[in-house]
RNA sequence: GGGCGUGUAGCUCAGUUGGUUAGAGCGCUGCCCUGAUAAGGCAGAGGUCGGGUGUUCAAAUCCCCCCACGCCCA
């Protein structure tokens, strides 16, 4: 097949100037005017509503919360995000992308507390719920516009249009269905949970608003805690019912003592009990916290009685320290509170080794409570403050009831020491003032009691990376807890239980808008809002309680259970009749990504809800990425500016190399990873120039050659051996790259492409070049079948690597194949298909044959760099010796090359190198190893002593005998060193042996190429077109001038640098000086004007 | 305090079921090549494999302990 020659090339010239970020917003514009990404993301939208052919891939966007501006910590998984649709994409399947909004919890609300200046339950509500809630909404999709910007920016295709908002009412009554059906498979409860509660603000924290509080670093252990603060440290004696004896015990909020309902030992220790000498006191606690007090000076000498272990106190009755409980000692004449019980948290670090408990105002206590079938005693209000049952300090903050309840009981004698301590405590994030825990009621999902459904269904998700799946959340699943879905809060989906206002066990809950019009009397679709200023004045009748008003709980739901019912809630199920089907046909669906935080958070939500409703997994295939890190390791911050702006970086080096390197990185592996502009940078050179660069190789010549690419170049089978290696070597990377991708392994992506832009680049052009610059010949089937593999291989990366760099691809191929009119009916790359290669074209014999031909060639490089002869020197002979019959074959096959790059006229292979090289033998440990196990060193001793004659026996018969045993070939490692005093190296399978020996032909031809080297120098300098004929003026002696009156010589420099006449002048002025071998040489080159 | 992960060259990371002299890319230094490249090639320097024990003929790899860092939980 013949080139289309001399021809306007259909191929468009590469610009002068490459700006990545440019032609960026270039494809920007061009996606835009084409409505590509919105035909691509039509395709999946169709197919979610039942319509369309193409089989749908499901992939569920996690919401982000509405409130940040996109980050590092967005654009990481939002590449991924991107990446694997793309990729399903051009598979053939549909991919809805719908993005979403978190909109609802405490960020907005915390913002619009801020900006109404306004703080705490108090205060929102005198301003009034509505206007409060007309605030968030008002404020939450504040910056929907940047995020937009931003995620365009980087190339992320996502429908923003049809996105879906956790606030829309359709959400939220999806929100209401998922928790009616928990509430009728009975997985909802009311019950009680201690939470850190807010005084001044009168409400209770999240761990969130926690976390947020003030933070000091502790001086000594380095470790983050709350801030310091002094409280008092008490140590209280608890007078024994049945003997004179007390127990003693240790608190720092003796506010809490008034709701003292049990003593705690720990069941395994050892107790003692003692008499106190000074005083006669008889008293039980730890030993090790008895010596702590005494060598503080707290206590002086003691009488050991008895020492026992800790179970044998349990039971054991003791006299309340104050009268306003005291009624709860007995029930249905049995002991119940008052008594020591036995709890395993007890410690030894502090205190003395019994724990007062005050089941209402600690986590443990809590627990402990509610294992001993203690009642919940909480005579404290929100605010802080005592309520009428402690009548002593009724009224009174319990802070402020500190001091007078240590007088009181200094006055009853009860205290025995008095003391302060500093110590880390959480604070409110916005009072400052020492927050409070205490058993709140709340509602409960009934998580344990999934657990093994939970676990099952884990196994059926395949995590990447794996140990995510097995490790992290597996753990989390075995040891979940019964998750409190509800929130004291006002933006958010209420929960949707109405109790009855004369008895608190009435409670319906609602599963729709429907249902609560019906209940409540109202027209069909008078309900257009759920949020709480709408619902909160619902009320109905009771159907149980005669005149009772059934009203809503003021709760409001957790914002990940909305984010949790995403998969529902975002296609309004079961309300939205149109979109039914595809939700239960699409469960679970096919991939989601985000970052490792989302472990406990909408990984967790998801798979819970998903489980509960369906018994399934939620997703089948997620990645889980790590957090990214600024350069210094620390994390990123606003504050610290310690990060370049995203937008900024994608400015200068385009968003391609930003996806390819946060790609590439240990982030896709949930590992954490450094940020650095520099590898932005680095990975513009290493990954998007080399493609680019391969494309701008084929256009100067194409163009230059009036070559065009046709139908048939995408299809033909070349015979060349080069040419069919290229062929090969791209078969093995699409296939590795449809590997990866189907595996959800992104992190390998990057790394084969910059394998096959190396075999392209630096062995296929490189060694094929001369191919491109023959003459114009008609008929010339070499330059063809160069011309059409480079722009198959092109063509060919080009789609595969579409959806990493989505940019740089549709630059090329709108040039490569739009551009040629060879693009079907698609207009985009990502609107095209996969490769997919014939795979007969790969062959793998060839490949190791190219493998060993590059080892031989660097091999002959090292020599040369040894022995300090210059490549441009020519030498006459290089001898390859194998005695691998398939490697000398390769070097045969692949001479031409060989000698092309090592400047070498002649090329032998020989089989036997035995008068080259010295041969040392070793064990193989690893063969050998197995098979003699603790005799292997002796063995491995011996081998390495054995005779060379040994040795060549060993190498011809393929065994040895060894003493009592018989080793094979395969059993030891045979190397070669080359022996001393010649121009050679051995490597893996071969030895490269250079004749260094010049004629004075080999160096007028060495001479011949310097002086083309000059030449080549100053046509670059002059910015000559590779096509551009000159002529040449110069001035030399000696040597180089002998050299350039041999004819053949001549003829050579001026084929090499395209030079019409080259003509001696001792008169030109302005010439160039060089020196080639001591002799210098002035030149000066002018356009040929023929 | 618990769970999970990480710790290997200046930097970013590979390192299979334990097995020869621990590798790659980038960076650095030197040399070289260039009729495409904002390029490319060859070589060199650079490692107590976080530390310590143990198991083994043999440990970066397996066990135990410790240290540091990250995330989540408490």
Redesign the pocket.
């Given at each position: 097949m013949a080139p289309r020659l001399r021809e306007a090339s259909t191929l468009r010239a590469a610009p002068a100037?490459?700006?990545?970020p440019r032609q960026e917003q270039e494809m920007l514009q061009l996606w835009d005017d084409n409505g590509v990404e919105a035909s691509s993301l039509r395709l999946g939208a169709e197919a979610a509503r039942g319509r369309g052919t193409a089989p749908a891939f499901v992939f569920f966007d996690g919401p982000p919360f509405a409130t940040g501006l996109p980050h590092y910590g967005h654009i990481l998984p939002g590449t991924i995000k991107d990446i694997v649709p793309r990729y399903q994409s051009m598979r053939g399947f549909a991919v809805e992308r719908r993005f979403g909004w978190d909109c609802h919890g405490l960020p907005i609300e915390s913002l619009v507390e801020d900006e109404l200046g306004i703080h705490g339950k108090a205060e929102i509500e005198a301003h009034g719920i509505a206007a409060f809630n007309a605030a968030c909404r008002a404020g939450v999709l504040r910056y929907t516009e940047q995020w937009r910007k931003t995620v365009r920016r980087l190339g992320r295709w996502v429908d923003f249009d049809n996105d879906y908002k956790t606030m829309d009412p359709g959400f939220m009554q999806s929100v209401w269905w998922v928790f009616h059906r928990l509430w009728a498979d009975g997985l909802v409860y009311e019950g009680h949970r201690v939470q850190p509660v807010s005084p001044v603000l009168g409400t209770p924290l999240s761990?969130f608003e926690v976390a947020q509080g003030p933070q000091e670093r502790d001086p000594i252990t380095?470790?983050d805690g709350h801030k310091r603060r002094q409280d008092p440290s008490l140590t209280v004696r608890f007078a024994l019912e049945d003997e004179d004896a007390s127990l003693w015990a240790w608190t720092t909020t003796p506010w809490t003592l008034p709701s003292n309902l049990a003593l705690a030992v720990h069941p395994e220790l050892d107790y003692v009990k003692v008499r106190v000498v000074e005083t006669g006191e008889v008293a039980y606690l730890e030993p090790g916290r008895l010596a702590d007090y005494q060598q503080r000076g707290k206590l002086g000498e003691v009488e050991l009685l008895a020492t026992l272990k800790g179970t044998a106190l349990v039971g054991r009755p003791y006299a309340p320290l104050f009268p306003y409980f005291a009624e709860l000692r007995e029930k249905a004449g049995k002991r119940l509170a008052f008594r020591v019980v036995a709890a395993t948290y007890v410690s030894t670090d502090a205190g003395t080794g019994i724990v007062h408990q005050a089941p209402a105002f600690g986590?443990d206590d809590y627990e402990v409570g509610r294992a001993e079938g203690l009642p919940l005693v909480n005579p404290v209000s929100l605010q802080g403050v005592f309520d009428a049952r402690v009548v002593d300090f009724a009224g009174q903050h319990v802070k402020d009831a500190d001091k007078g309840i240590m007088q009181l009981l200094r006055a009853r004698g009860r205290v025995v020491d008095q003391d302060v301590i500093v110590h880390p405590y959480p604070h409110c994030y916005r009072t400052e003032e020492p927050l409070l825990y205490m058993a709140l009621s709340t509602w409960f999902v009934k998580v344990e009691q999934l657990r093994p459904r939970l676990v099952a269904n884990n196994e059926k998700i395949h995590w990447v990376p794996e140990?995510?799946g097995t490790?992290?959340f597996g753990?989390?699943l075995g040891g979940a807890r019964d998750w409190n879905v509800a929130r004291n809060r006002y933006w958010g989906t209420p929960i949707p239980i109405w109790r009855c206002d004369q008895d608190p066990t009435d409670v319906v809950c609602i599963g729709s808008i429907a249902e609560l019009e019906q209940l409540a009397g109202l027209a069909v679709g008078s309900i257009t809002d759920l949020h709480r200023e709408t619902v909160d004045d619902v009320t109905f009748a009771s159907a149980k309680t005669p005149g009772g008003v059934m009203r809503r709980v003021p709760e409001v739901f957790d914002c990940w259970f909305e984010s949790g019912s995403m998969p529902y809630a975002q296609n309004e199920y079961p309300i939205n009749e149109a979109k039914r089907e595809y939700v239960e046909n699409n469960l679970p669906c096919d991939f989601i990504a985000e970052g490792?935080?989302q472990?406990?958070?909408w990984f967790y939500t998801l798979h819970v809800l998903a489980t509960a409703l369906f018994d399934r997994p939620a997703f089948k295939h997620v990645i889980v990425n790590?957090?990214v890190?600024a350069e210094d390791?620390?994390?990123m911050s606003k504050r610290l500016k310690n990060y370049p702006d995203p937008l900024v970086v994608v400015d200068e080096y385009g968003a391609d190399a930003l996806r390819a390197y946060l790609i590439s990185?240990?982030?896709v592996?949930?590992?954490?990873?450094?940020f650095?502009e520099k590898?932005v940078r680095?990975t513009?050179?290493?990954v998007i120039?080399?493609l680019?660069?391969?494309y701008?190789?084929l256009v100067?010549?194409a163009r230059?050659d009036g070559w065009s690419p046709t139908a048939e170049d995408l299809h033909s089978r070349p015979g060349g051996a080069l040419d069919r290696w290229i062929l090969s070597r791209v078969v093995a990377f699409v296939d590795e790259l449809g590997h990866e991708f189907d595996g959800y392994a992104l992190s390998n992506v990057v790394p084969a492409f910059t394998r096959i832009c190396?075999d392209l680049?630096?062995w296929y052009?490189?060694r094929g070049?001369r191919r491109?610059?023959r003459s114009r010949a008609e008929g010339d089937g070499d330059k063809q079948a160069a011309y059409a593999t480079l722009y198959r291989v092109l063509v060919t990366v080009t789609k595969a690597m579409a959806p990493v760099i989505p940019f740089v691809t549709e630059w090329l191929y709108q040039r490569l194949v739009i551009d040629t009119g060879l693009g079907a009916t698609e207009t985009s790359v990502h609107l095209s298909r996969w490769p997919q290669l014939d795979p007969t074209l790969r062959d793998v014999a060839l490949e190791h044959d190219v493998e060993a031909v590059r080892r031989a060639v660097?091999?002959g490089?090292?020599v040369?760099?040894r022995e300090?002869i210059?490549?441009?020197?020519p030498l006459a002979l290089v001898t390859i010796a194998s005695p691998d019959a398939q490697v000398r074959r390769a070097v045969l096959e692949f001479s031409e090359e060989i000698l092309g790059e090592l400047n070498i006229k002649r090329i032998e292979v020989a089989e036997d190198d035995s008068a080259l090289c010295s041969v040392t033998v070793?064990a193989?440990?690893?063969v050998?190893?197995?098979r003699?196990?603790?005799?292997?060193?002796a063995v491995?001793e011996a081998i390495a002593g054995l005779d060379p004659a040994a040795v060549a026996s060993l190498q011809r018969t393929g065994s040895l005998a060894m003493g009592d045993d018989t080793i094979t070939l395969d059993e030891v490692?045979i190397?070669r060193e080359v022996l001393g005093g010649r121009a050679a190296l051995a490597g893996e399978g071969m030895t490269v042996v250079l004749d260094t020996e010049l004629t004075p032909e080999l160096r007028r031809e060495g001479l011949a190429?310097?002086l083309?080297?000059r030449v080549?120098?100053l046509?670059?300098d002059a910015g000559f077109d590779?096509?551009q004929r000159i002529s040449i003026l110069y001035e030399t002696a000696g040597e180089v001038l002998e050299m350039l009156r041999d004819p053949a010589m001549l003829e050579l420099v001026r084929?090499?640098?395209?030079a019409q006449d080259i003509v001696f002048s001792s008169t030109t002025l302005d010439m160039d000086a060089e020196e080639i071998d001591g002799i210098e040489v002035r030149l000066k080159i002018t356009p040929y004007v023929g």
């Amino acid at each position: 097949m013949a080139p289309r020659l001399r021809e306007a090339s259909t191929l468009r010239a590469a610009p002068a100037q490459l700006d990545l970020p440019r032609q960026e917003q270039e494809m920007l514009q061009l996606w835009d005017d084409n409505g590509v990404e919105a035909s691509s993301l039509r395709l999946g939208a169709e197919a979610a509503r039942g319509r369309g052919t193409a089989p749908a891939f499901v992939f569920f966007d996690g919401p982000p919360f509405a409130t940040g501006l996109p980050h590092y910590g967005h654009i990481l998984p939002g590449t991924i995000k991107d990446i694997v649709p793309r990729y399903q994409s051009m598979r053939g399947f549909a991919v809805e992308r719908r993005f979403g909004w978190d909109c609802h919890g405490l960020p907005i609300e915390s913002l619009v507390e801020d900006e109404l200046g306004i703080h705490g339950k108090a205060e929102i509500e005198a301003h009034g719920i509505a206007a409060f809630n007309a605030a968030c909404r008002a404020g939450v999709l504040r910056y929907t516009e940047q995020w937009r910007k931003t995620v365009r920016r980087l190339g992320r295709w996502v429908d923003f249009d049809n996105d879906y908002k956790t606030m829309d009412p359709g959400f939220m009554q999806s929100v209401w269905w998922v928790f009616h059906r928990l509430w009728a498979d009975g997985l909802v409860y009311e019950g009680h949970r201690v939470q850190p509660v807010s005084p001044v603000l009168g409400t209770p924290l999240s761990n969130f608003e926690v976390a947020q509080g003030p933070q000091e670093r502790d001086p000594i252990t380095r470790k983050d805690g709350h801030k310091r603060r002094q409280d008092p440290s008490l140590t209280v004696r608890f007078a024994l019912e049945d003997e004179d004896a007390s127990l003693w015990a240790w608190t720092t909020t003796p506010w809490t003592l008034p709701s003292n309902l049990a003593l705690a030992v720990h069941p395994e220790l050892d107790y003692v009990k003692v008499r106190v000498v000074e005083t006669g006191e008889v008293a039980y606690l730890e030993p090790g916290r008895l010596a702590d007090y005494q060598q503080r000076g707290k206590l002086g000498e003691v009488e050991l009685l008895a020492t026992l272990k800790g179970t044998a106190l349990v039971g054991r009755p003791y006299a309340p320290l104050f009268p306003y409980f005291a009624e709860l000692r007995e029930k249905a004449g049995k002991r119940l509170a008052f008594r020591v019980v036995a709890a395993t948290y007890v410690s030894t670090d502090a205190g003395t080794g019994i724990v007062h408990q005050a089941p209402a105002f600690g986590e443990d206590d809590y627990e402990v409570g509610r294992a001993e079938g203690l009642p919940l005693v909480n005579p404290v209000s929100l605010q802080g403050v005592f309520d009428a049952r402690v009548v002593d300090f009724a009224g009174q903050h319990v802070k402020d009831a500190d001091k007078g309840i240590m007088q009181l009981l200094r006055a009853r004698g009860r205290v025995v020491d008095q003391d302060v301590i500093v110590h880390p405590y959480p604070h409110c994030y916005r009072t400052e003032e020492p927050l409070l825990y205490m058993a709140l009621s709340t509602w409960f999902v009934k998580v344990e009691q999934l657990r093994p459904r939970l676990v099952a269904n884990n196994e059926k998700i395949h995590w990447v990376p794996e140990h995510v799946g097995t490790g992290r959340f597996g753990n989390w699943l075995g040891g979940a807890r019964d998750w409190n879905v509800a929130r004291n809060r006002y933006w958010g989906t209420p929960i949707p239980i109405w109790r009855c206002d004369q008895d608190p066990t009435d409670v319906v809950c609602i599963g729709s808008i429907a249902e609560l019009e019906q209940l409540a009397g109202l027209a069909v679709g008078s309900i257009t809002d759920l949020h709480r200023e709408t619902v909160d004045d619902v009320t109905f009748a009771s159907a149980k309680t005669p005149g009772g008003v059934m009203r809503r709980v003021p709760e409001v739901f957790d914002c990940w259970f909305e984010s949790g019912s995403m998969p529902y809630a975002q296609n309004e199920y079961p309300i939205n009749e149109a979109k039914r089907e595809y939700v239960e046909n699409n469960l679970p669906c096919d991939f989601i990504a985000e970052g490792l935080d989302q472990t406990r958070g909408w990984f967790y939500t998801l798979h819970v809800l998903a489980t509960a409703l369906f018994d399934r997994p939620a997703f089948k295939h997620v990645i889980v990425n790590g957090l990214v890190l600024a350069e210094d390791g620390k994390k990123m911050s606003k504050r610290l500016k310690n990060y370049p702006d995203p937008l900024v970086v994608v400015d200068e080096y385009g968003a391609d190399a930003l996806r390819a390197y946060l790609i590439s990185s240990a982030a896709v592996r949930a590992e954490p990873m450094r940020f650095s502009e520099k590898g932005v940078r680095d990975t513009v050179r290493t990954v998007i120039l080399p493609l680019y660069n391969a494309y701008n190789f084929l256009v100067t010549y194409a163009r230059a050659d009036g070559w065009s690419p046709t139908a048939e170049d995408l299809h033909s089978r070349p015979g060349g051996a080069l040419d069919r290696w290229i062929l090969s070597r791209v078969v093995a990377f699409v296939d590795e790259l449809g590997h990866e991708f189907d595996g959800y392994a992104l992190s390998n992506v990057v790394p084969a492409f910059t394998r096959i832009c190396d075999d392209l680049n630096n062995w296929y052009i490189r060694r094929g070049r001369r191919r491109y610059w023959r003459s114009r010949a008609e008929g010339d089937g070499d330059k063809q079948a160069a011309y059409a593999t480079l722009y198959r291989v092109l063509v060919t990366v080009t789609k595969a690597m579409a959806p990493v760099i989505p940019f740089v691809t549709e630059w090329l191929y709108q040039r490569l194949v739009i551009d040629t009119g060879l693009g079907a009916t698609e207009t985009s790359v990502h609107l095209s298909r996969w490769p997919q290669l014939d795979p007969t074209l790969r062959d793998v014999a060839l490949e190791h044959d190219v493998e060993a031909v590059r080892r031989a060639v660097n091999l002959g490089l090292a020599v040369r760099e040894r022995e300090k002869i210059a490549v441009r020197r020519p030498l006459a002979l290089v001898t390859i010796a194998s005695p691998d019959a398939q490697v000398r074959r390769a070097v045969l096959e692949f001479s031409e090359e060989i000698l092309g790059e090592l400047n070498i006229k002649r090329i032998e292979v020989a089989e036997d190198d035995s008068a080259l090289c010295s041969v040392t033998v070793k064990a193989n440990f690893k063969v050998l190893g197995k098979r003699l196990g603790a005799r292997m060193k002796a063995v491995a001793e011996a081998i390495a002593g054995l005779d060379p004659a040994a040795v060549a026996s060993l190498q011809r018969t393929g065994s040895l005998a060894m003493g009592d045993d018989t080793i094979t070939l395969d059993e030891v490692l045979i190397s070669r060193e080359v022996l001393g005093g010649r121009a050679a190296l051995a490597g893996e399978g071969m030895t490269v042996v250079l004749d260094t020996e010049l004629t004075p032909e080999l160096r007028r031809e060495g001479l011949a190429r310097e002086l083309v080297n000059r030449v080549q120098n100053l046509r670059k300098d002059a910015g000559f077109d590779v096509s551009q004929r000159i002529s040449i003026l110069y001035e030399t002696a000696g040597e180089v001038l002998e050299m350039l009156r041999d004819p053949a010589m001549l003829e050579l420099v001026r084929g090499e640098v395209l030079a019409q006449d080259i003509v001696f002048s001792s008169t030109t002025l302005d010439m160039d000086a060089e020196e080639i071998d001591g002799i210098e040489v002035r030149l000066k080159i002018t356009p040929y004007v023929g």
